[in-house]
């Protein structure tokens, strides 16, 4: 009689080959599933799903099929049928609304959800538009049925249609609610600036070398804002952008009338509209919830954002923009002072380059630094001469650091402002090791200048000893006493 012990090795592996044949039929059905999905293209796929029948229907209306039959690989986030079945008709029945709308859920490249990552990525759609895929979420809509696969790509089935709001500069162009006196300046800073991408040459100048364009070409109608501050239109960053009322607005460019006295009133108040303007608006994510109590703009000056001055806030598709009952920002906070290297000078005198030396040193702390020596050149008042640029309407006050380590004696210099002659300011001295600042003295500028020189200037002598020009560098701070 046969034991238990032999019946049961003689039956583990018989039912080891079932277990195996029934896994291996399991695996072949899978690769079959498979095979069929992935000979299928995402409109293939998108219109065979039952629950995505109407967005198909859209993709089709739209003219975008193509897109999805096409060899490209693309992830559609379709979806579902009682989503689309809110879709304002008039999107519908507009075949340019229609073709933003079906756009705003296609993107380039395969991208699975995963429930369990906590990674984010912001998704560039085909109409320009971002959309936050963040685990089993994309956007606001979540992600009912994921990770289908086809020939070109991947869809994801989600559960409520994807915003499609205007950026922060449609949005100031298009919201009637904004206040108009800050919207109408931004929207008056639109110029022809040179630009050759797509300019056609049609010959070359025989004097300066410099190709000839053909008229009309050679330029962009662009917006100076856009230009020198944020472009508001981009949607892979996300920006603030604030919106003063009309009195305040009014209230803070005059503040800064003093500052750019000019030939005329209207360009004073030109100049003065930018210098507040191009400090309302930063780059982050900020809500009326999260932003804080001051935040940088592009040029590292400090906005006061005051919670009981946020009268409203408005969400965009890259950013809020913050209609703000005033933002206070002084001048002495926004004109920042001239750092001018000694090496880094502009202009000279004349020629003296053999008698320049550029010179590595270190101080008595250890710190090194540069600067640059003119010694033995033999010209009476010699100069170096710096540009500055943006000078406002007031007083300024002057420093420099002048290392004077290869004398015993002491000699002078003095700064000289729009002429190297000019003597309105007096020489100082330059003492041995010294390695401090000195103070150069005080100039006032009467009216705004767009650029000027100033002009470090040696003794009125010719004897080496006594008429050598040194600088590490220059500081010009704006005065407000």
């Not at 100031?172 to 609610?177: A, K, M, Q, R, Y």
């Not at 103070?439 to 003794?459: D, H, K, P, Q, W």
């Amino acid at each position: 009689m046969m034991s238990y012990k032999t019946i049961a090795y003689t039956l583990l592996p018989l039912l080891c080959c079932a277990v195996l044949l029934q896994g291996c039929k399991k695996w072949e059905d899978s690769i079959t599933i498979n095979d069929q999905v992935l000979k299928e293209n995402l409109m293939e796929r998108i219109a065979a799903e039952p629950s995505t029948s109407k967005f198909a229907e859209l993709v089709r209306k739209a003219g975008l099929d193509s897109v999805l039959t096409s060899s490209k690989v693309y992830t559609v986030f379709a979806p579902d049928n009682d989503a689309v079945s809110k879709l304002d008709p008039a999107t519908q029945n507009d075949p340019a609304k229609l073709k933003q709308f079906v756009s705003n859920y296609i993107t380039l490249q395969a991208w699975n959800s995963k429930t369990e990552d906590t990674a984010s990525s912001y998704l560039q759609m085909l109409n320009g538009k971002y959309h936050l895929l963040h685990a089993a979420l994309m956007g606001n809509a979540t992600i009912t049925s994921g990770n289908k696969p086809a020939k070109n790509g991947v869809y994801h089935v989600i559960s409520s249609l994807l915003p499609m709001s205007d950026n922060i500069w449609e949005t100031l162009t298009n919201d009637n609610t904004i206040p108009a006196v800050q919207k109408a300046y931004m929207l008056s800073l639109f110029r022809n600036v040179f630009d050759p991408t797509n300019a056609v040459q049609i010959g070359v100048d025989p004097k300066t070398g410099n190709p000839i364009y053909k008229a009309g070409t050679d330029s962009v109608n662009t917006n100076l804002f856009w230009q020198r501050v944020y472009d508001l239109r981009d949607e892979s960053k996300r920006y603030a952008l604030f919106v003063m009322e009309d009195a305040a607005w009014q209230g803070a460019t005059q503040t800064y009338y003093p500052y750019f006295v000019t030939g005329g009133m209207d360009t004073t108040a030109a100049l003065a509209s930018w210098e507040v303007l191009k400090d309302l608006a930063t780059e982050g994510n900020y809500t009326s919830d999260n932003i804080p109590d001051t935040v940088l703009s592009k040029f590292n000056v400090k906005i006061p954002v005051e919670g009981a001055q946020i009268k409203r806030s408005i969400t965009t598709s890259n950013g809020t923009i913050f209609i703000m009952g005033k933002v206070d920002i002084s001048p002495k906070n926004k004109f920042q002072q001239w750092i001018l290297q000694g090496e880094e000078y502009t202009s000279s005198t004349s020629n003296k380059r053999s008698n320049t030396y550029f010179r590595d040193r270190v101080t008595p702390t250890g710190i090194p630094f540069k600067d640059v020596l003119v010694y033995n050149h033999g010209t009476s008042g010699f100069s170096l001469g710096f540009r500055i640029t943006n000078v406002h309407t007031m007083k300024y006050k002057a420093y420099c650091v002048a290392v004077n380590d290869w004398m015993t004696t002491n000699f002078t210099q003095r700064l000289s402002v729009d002429s190297a002659t000019n003597a309105s300011m007096a020489y100082v001295t330059v003492t041995p090791n010294n390695y401090s600042e000195i103070y150069l003295g005080e100039f006032t500028i009467s009216n705004y200048r767009s650029a000027m020189n100033v002009y470090l200037t040696a003794a009125a002598n010719t004897t080496a000893t006594t008429n050598p020009l040194v600088c590490d560098y220059i500081r010009i701070e704006p005065s407000f006493n």
